[in-house]
Each structure stands twice: as C-alpha cells, then as structure tokens.
C-alpha cells in the first residue's frame, strides 16, 4: 500500500476511533450489537482497510465508512471492484471523489478547523454537473441507509433487553413505552390495582390524526425500497440464518440497494392534495390494519400478566384514527352466539381481531377532519351581511359579531340564497360544507378551526353548517397557535361554556386543539412551551368549572421547533389532569413514515401512545412549585422580548434569513401540496412554520430553537446568582421543564456554527456578516448557558448513546452542507461559475443524464437538482425536514 493510501486510512481510522466507543460488551448500556452483523460489516472495511482493521477499530455498524463508495455496506461479498460497479459503472474516479469528501468532512469535525470547510468546497467545486448530482446523492443515500441501519439496531437492542427483563430508563430522553412494562410498574411500584388499571386503560382514546403536512422529502417509491431493505437488514441480524438464507439476503440487499440508487429522489412536479391523500391512506393498508389488532392482543397479555384474565371489549375506543388527508371511521358487532354456546376460544381468535378492526376503522377506515383557517369564514360571513345591507361582518366588533351569530342561530330564517355574490374564495368555503351535508355524518371527525382567536370563530362555523343544512353537524374544534391566541384561550371558552345555546349544542364535550407550530414561530420556542402548559391547565380548569369533558388536541410536528420530541416524554411531561385518558394528535409529514413504516414500528407506536396517556393518567407528573412558575413567567417574557427584537423588529432580518438559508428555494423539493405561505405577501408573519424551521435545520444553526433561552437564564442569572440553583432543582425535579431542556441541547449536539458560517460567507452581503457573528456568539452563550443549568460539561452528557448517534452522521452531513452552500452560490450569482475551473460536459457520459432528467431548468446544468439532492440528504441526516 501506498504512503498516502496508508496516511489516508490512517485518518479515516483515526476518525473512527474518536466516534466510536472504545468498550462492546453486555454490560456497556452505550451498545449492544449483533455480534455476526458487525463480523459481516467488518470483512468489507477489511478489504479497504488492510487485514489490522479488527485490532483497531471496534464501532457499530451505522459508521462503515465503506459505505459512501458502496451504498452496499451489509454486504460482505462486496469488494472495491464490485463496489465500483455497483455505483457507477462508467466511471472509475467516481468513488475517490466521494471519498475525498469524506476525508476533508471527518478531518473538519474532528478539528473544527474553518479552512477545510474552503478546502472542501475546492474538490466539490472542481466536479462537473453530473458528479456534484452524483456526490450529493451518495452522501443522501448513505444517511438514509444509516437510518435504516440504526433503526434496526435500535429495535435488536431493545429486543434483547426485553428478554433479559433489562426495562429503560424512564428518564432517558430515547426511552420507548412498553405496555406490559407500564401495566406492572403501575401495579407493583405504584400500588394501582389491578382492576382500576383495567377500568383505566379500557376507558381511555388515543385517536392519532394523520396529516398532509409536507415534511416527507424521500419519494414514496424510495420509501417502498427502504422498507424492503429494512425487512433484509432484519432477518440478517437472526441468530439462527443459515449459510443458503444469508447468500440469498446479500443478494436481495444488493439488488435493493442498487435499485434505490437507480430511482430518481427528486419529485419533478408537486403533489396534489389527492396525491397526499392515496400516500396517507397506503400506511392503513400496508401496517395499521393488521398492527391495531396484534397491539389489542399484546395488551390482552399484558393485562393477564398483572392478574386481568378478561380481554379488553373489542369496541374499546383504545385506539382511533382519524386524517386530514380523507377518510372514515366505526363499526358493529356479531359474536354473542359463539360465547353463549361456551365457544370463546373461538369468538378470541380472528374473529375477535375483525371485530377490534370494525370498532376502530369503522365501515370507512378512517374520519376525515376538515380544517380551515378563521378568517376564510369571516370573509363569508362578511359577504352574506353586506347582502343582507346589514353593515360588514370585518368591521363589527366581538361583542357584536356574537349578538349576530347567536341571534341567527336561534332563529330558523334562511340567511342567503342563491343570489349571494361569491368570490372564487367564498365559494370554496361553501362548497366543502355542502359536501359535509352530502356523505354520511361517519365519514367525518371534527371541524378544526386554524388561528381561531375569539368565541366568534367557533359560533360562525355553526352557523355555517346549518346554513348549509348539516343534519349532523361536526364538532367545532379551535386552533389558538399564536401566543396572544393561546393566552386568551381560556376565556374565550369560558364565554362559550356561559352561554345556553352552545352548551346545549355540544353535550357536555369539548376538544380544544393547541398549535405548537406558529406558536414557536411567534414567541420562540421557551415561552411558547411555557404559554402552552399554562393554557392547557386553565383550559382544564374552566372546563371544570363548567362540567365539560375536555379533550385536549396537541397539533405536534415532527422536530423540536414545532413540538417534537420522544412521546412518552412529551405526554408525561403535560400539565397534570390535561389528558385524563382522552387524546388527540397529529402525525405528520415524515412522522407517519417514522411511526407507521413497517408493522413493528406501527405497534411500537401504538404501545408508546397507549401506555404513555394510562401512564399520565394513573400517576401524572408534578405540579410545578410556585417559585418555578414565578421563574418560567419572567423567563419567558425576556426569551419573547429578545426572540421578537431579532426575528420581527430588526430591518434587516428578513433580509439575512433569506440570503443565509435555502427558504426561498423550499419550494423546488416539491413535497407538498400547499404554498409555503398563507399569502403570497409579507414576511416571517405569512410563512408556515414548516419552511420556517426547514431553511434553520439545513444550515444546522437551529435559530427557533434556542433562540430566547440564553437571554432568559442570563436575566434570571444576573438577579439573583441562587436561581442557577433553582433552574437546576427544576431540571432535576419538574418533567416539563427537563424535557423542554433536553430536547433543546439535543438540537444544539445536532448543530455546528461554524457550517452556518460558511452559509454567511458565501451567501450573505458584506453589511450583514457582523449580524451573522452576534447570532452565533448568542448561540455559543446560549449553548453555554443551558449546560450550566443541566449541570453537564458537554452536550449530551447524560445520554452518551444518543450523542454518539448523532456523532457518527456529522461528516457525512457536512460533506452535503458545503456542497449546498457552493450550489446555492452558483445559481444566487450567474457570475461565480466563471471563477470555477469547469469540466467539459461529455453528452456521452452517464452523468449526463442525469443532468437531462431536469431539462427546464433556469440554471446551469445539474444545479438545481444538486441543491434538491442536498436538501433532501441533510433532512435524512437530521432525520427532520421541517
């Protein structure tokens, strides 16, 4: 071997060694592996590596190295000529490009040193179109196919502890719930009996409400093939695989492998809402429909196992699912005569199982819940009083528009006909509470009114329906999403609960849906969170007062920015008495495919929701001290001061956001149906919280995220030096306040600054660089601040798995950053490319058709779908989109 090759294995090794933990044994809680997977794993890099890689380099098998060359790297009969050919038969060079990218990316995270970022840029630069398309690609396959990686480790892991009775730790911020484990730790810690748990959990509805949100960027034809390379992965990590059955894995990993290199990841036209609504529905067929029946049976034996010999009623609402992408619900019953002939054994079998599947999916499979944003109804409204000559809906004030509304909804008169002036707009509206009026009442959920604000909101949606002859009209759900909104919140239900009408519409019930989303944009993430747990206490409290069963609905994304995080830890870290065995929430974007992927990952789902809501339930978390309360109000107000000082009141924010992220180009991803913004004018106010956090996530710098916390500890800091004391007592001690921090320095180990630099210097004018540099000094104080009140020297302290995790990814990323950063460069400035020594395209190269699959593109050749490529490999590397 040469002195370079031997010089660049050395670094490689030497990256490896840092990333990876020097100690694999049963007792290590940071890994545990199949033992022949890694053995496989390792005779690869061994034929890259020389035959010493086994005395020097022990790590799991997401960091293979080899597998940016190979997108094989679970293949032990791979060597490099056999890689090559895979990847890209035509072209030899291809793989050390890649590899030098690697290289420079692994020497950067290990030093930090901003030169190699330039150095970097230099290789990606000095490539021709259809090998930048190539090299975004492979890092984007690659992190994709870790994914897939880790995800079976994870559930190989936590399988061998199940059998060794070896439970999670609660407090750890990857811990899964496991029902049979939740069932005895309320029995046997918690002193619960048996059959009040029993009455509990029976009692209890999980409805999980499935949305279009557009966070999903792998194409669904992607998604079948990982899914298929997942199944392999599984049955690889079997003990007892035999020689025959592993060849014939190798050989169906590989052809899976190179068939999701073969398939184009970019969507070339965006989907439609019926588009969404066939992708939605596919999960039901493919893992619900036979998941929701073997979950109910798992629970039937956890219920056994702490002395329950009944089953759980087969219309048990346990479980319930509605969508906003179509959808219907319930069913009937048919199995009393098999039980009065002394047949149970036989009624508990499949029919037992066809039952529980009626009871949950209904004739229809799944409700569809309608959405509609509050002013689209007052424009209605508007249009029908300035028919009637009655003055504008827009002008009145609360207390008239409520006077009006009430008085027409105890009236039986008509208010319009067909001769209302309609524009394209109000028409739409009408038109969708026809169509309720048409399809049987089953076929819909609820009524969710987006950035409701007052009583008027919910009181003009019934009018609506009855205008529009609902015979059975949906529950009317509002969505407060704006901090203002969700301050407010609670009295405006109040005003609801007071008034006769209404209560005798609504029969004792209500749901109030939370928006944790605009929320976060609005006021930052802290005094979002903050604002939200308040809201819901009081909105349980009026809810009391009034004698209403209140159902809270938690409009959750799928990243920290917008109300993600681990689910038992983000139910158990809800105010007590707010979920009280009823819940609803949002499954969104990537998320479904995240929860409903493969049919282990939908019972997974299925036992975290359930377990976690008895959980809350039967022992719900501490109320938090009156000296934290006093803590978080103030906190709060200084985090908002300074996330809205920067984010709506500096000039030239907007300005720098734009310029220093890729929002604007958001949109060429093509994995929504709906615009980035709710109008086509103004600024951050109009975007969706989606592109939003997207364009931060990209650049890795995570704005929404911490911004407004470093402010809020320093204030409270500088008061009074005993609060770091206090803050850490609520670290310590108060769920919420635990998690909130957690997540936040989860999403710090998952940023870098110095990425976010390059973006500035490549992108952002002159004038705005020193804007840039207070941002991340705030960022680092921020960082800084939040380890002293986690009590942790490094990120991540208390959970050296999760770090390590996400460790392994960084290079990898980074390659993509930087590639995107120069990409984004060239097509923002036509002159740049001018500076760059291009390369001849040779029409005759496979790479040039790769640059032919975007024929119409504004931009040089293989540029946009670079940058798409790009986008795409980084959300697979953070594992969000938005």
Same mark, same amino acid.
């Given at each position: ?754 990425? #976010? !630099?390059?973006?500035? %210097? &490549?992108?952002?004018?002159? /004038?705005?660089? $020193?804007?840039? @540099? ?72 496979? #790479? !040039?058709?790769?640059? %032919? &699959?975007?024929?119409?593109? /504004?931009?040089? $050749?293989?540029? @946009? ?18």
């Amino acid at each position: 071997m040469s002195r370079d090759s031997l010089e660049r294995h050395a670094s490689i090794d030497a990256q490896l060694r840092l990333l990876a933990p020097g100690k694999v044994s049963e007792d290590d809680k940071l890994v545990e592996y199949d033992a022949l997977l890694v053995d496989r794993f390792l005779d690869i890099l061994q034929c890259l590596h020389g035959e010493d890689l086994r005395e020097t380099v022990g790590f799991p098998m997401l960091l293979l190295h080899c597998a940016v060359l190979s997108f094989a790297y679970f293949s032990s009969n791979f060597g490099r000529d056999k890689i090559q050919k895979l990847v890209r038969p035509h072209t030899i060079q291809y793989p050390r490009y890649v590899q030098e990218c690697y290289e420079i990316s692994a020497k950067y995270e290990g030093t930090g040193d901003p030169s190699k970022l330039d150095e970097l840029g230099n290789v990606l630069m000095s490539l021709d179109p259809g090998d930048s398309i190539l090299v975004a690609s492979s890092f984007s396959h690659m992190l994709n196919l870790g994914n897939l990686a880790e995800e079976v480790q994870i559930a190989y892991r936590r399988r061998n502890r199940l059998k060794k009775g070896d439970f999670v730790d609660e407090n750890n911020a990857t811990t899964e719930s496991d029902i049979e484990e939740t069932l005895k730790r309320l029995v046997e810690q918690l002193h619960k009996s048996p059959l009040e748990v029993f009455d509990a959990l029976k009692n209890q509805t999980v409805d999980l409400v499935l949305t279009a949100h557009p966070t999903q960027s792998i194409r669904r034809s992607l998604l079948q093939k990982h899914s298929r390379i997942r199944n392999c992965l599984t049955e690889l990590t079997a003990k007892d695989i035999t020689p025959d059955d592993q060849h014939e894995l190798d050989e169906t990993l590989q052809r899976e492998i190179q068939a999701a290199f073969r398939t184009d990841e970019i969507r070339r036209t965006p989907p439609t809402p019926q588009d969404e609504m066939r992708a939605g529905m596919s999960y039901f067929h493919e893992t619900i429909w036979k998941g929701v029946p073997k979950f109910l049976r798992r629970v039937d034996t956890a219920l056994k196992n702490i002395g329950i010999n009944e089953r759980v009623p087969y219309n048990a609402p346990l479980i319930q699912f509605s969508s906003w992408m179509g959808g219907d619900r319930d069913g009937k019953k048919c199995s009393r005569s098999l039980c009065s002939c002394g047949d149970r054994t036989i009624a508990d079998g499949s029919l037992l199982d066809f039952l529980r599947r009626v009871s949950t999916f209904g004739l229809c499979l799944v409700r569809l819940d309608i959405r509609q944003e509050s002013d689209r109804h007052s424009d209605v409204l508007d249009a029908i009083t300035n028919h009637l000559g009655i003055g504008s809906y827009h002008e009145w004030p609360e207390v008239k528009r409520q006077e009006w509304l009430l008085y027409e909804l105890r009236g039986k008169r008509p208010l319009f006909g067909p001769d209302l002036p309609q524009t394209e707009e109000i028409a739409d509206v009408l038109q969708t509470f026809h169509v309720i009026a048409e399809l049987p009442s089953d076929s819909f959920g609820a009524y969710i009114i987006s950035m409701a604000t007052a009583p008027s909101d919910v009181l003009a949606v019934e009018l609506l329906q009855r205008e529009c002859r609902v015979k059975k009209p949906l529950r009317v759900v509002p969505l407060f999403e704006k901090l203002a909104d969700l301050e407010a919140a609670p009295a405006a239900l109040a005003r609801l609960f007071s008034i006769d009408w209404y209560m005798n519409r609504i029969d004792g019930k209500q749901e109030v849906m939370i928006g944790y989303s605009d929320s976060g944009k609005d006021a930052g993430r802290l005094s979002a969170a903050w604002q939200l747990y308040k809201a819901q206490e009081e909105l349980v409290q009026v809810a009391k007062q009034y004698g209403i069963k209140l159902t809270m609905f938690h409009g959750r994304g799928g990243t920290v920015g917008r109300g993600g995080g681990p689910t038992h830890l983000a139910l158990l870290s809800q105010p007590p008495e707010t979920i009280n065995g009823s819940l609803r929430v949002t499954v969104q974007g990537e998320v479904i495919e995240q929860s409903f992927g493969e049919e282990h990952l939908c019972f997974r789902t299925l036992q975290r929701f359930t377990a976690a809501t008895l959980e809350h339930g039967m022992h719900p978390p501490i109320s938090p001290k009156p000296e934290w309360r006093s803590l978080m109000d103030e906190m709060a107000v200084v985090a908002t001061e300074e996330y809205r000082a920067i984010v709506f009141k500096e000039p030239r924010f907007v300005e720098y956001f734009r310029l220093a992220t890729p929002e604007t180009e958001y949109g060429r991803m093509n994995i929504g149906s709906r615009p980035s913004k709710r109008k086509p004018s103004g600024g951050i106010e109009s975007l969706r919280a989606i592109p939003w956090i997207f364009a931060w996530t990209q650049t890795r710098f995570h704005l929404p995220v911490w911004l407004g916390f470093g402010a809020a500890f320093k204030h409270v800091m500088d008061k009074d030096i005993r609060n770091l004391q206090t803050l850490r007592e609520m670290y310590k001690e108060w769920p919420f306040f635990r998690v909130t921090i957690d997540l936040v320095e989860m999403v710090f180990a998952k940023g870098d600054p110095g990425i #976010a !630099a390059l973006y500035d %210097k &490549l992108l952002v004018s002159d /004038e705005l660089w $020193p804007f840039g @540099e207070r941002l991340r000094a705030n960022y680092q104080e921020t960082k800084h601040l939040l380890l002293q009140v986690a009590g942790h020297r490094d990120l991540l302290e208390g959970d050296p798995y999760l770090k390590q995790r996400l460790r392994l990814r960084h290079a990898y990323i980074t390659t993509l950053n930087v590639c995107q950063a120069y990409t984004l460069k060239r097509m923002r400035d036509p002159n740049f490319h001018e500076n760059v020594k291009a390369k001849e395209i040779d029409l005759n190269d496979s #790479a !040039a058709d790769l640059v %032919k &699959l975007n024929p119409t593109s /504004e931009y040089a $050749p293989g540029l @946009e779908d670079t940058l798409i490529l790009t986008m795409k490999g980084i959300a697979a590397g953070m594992r969000n989109t938005g």
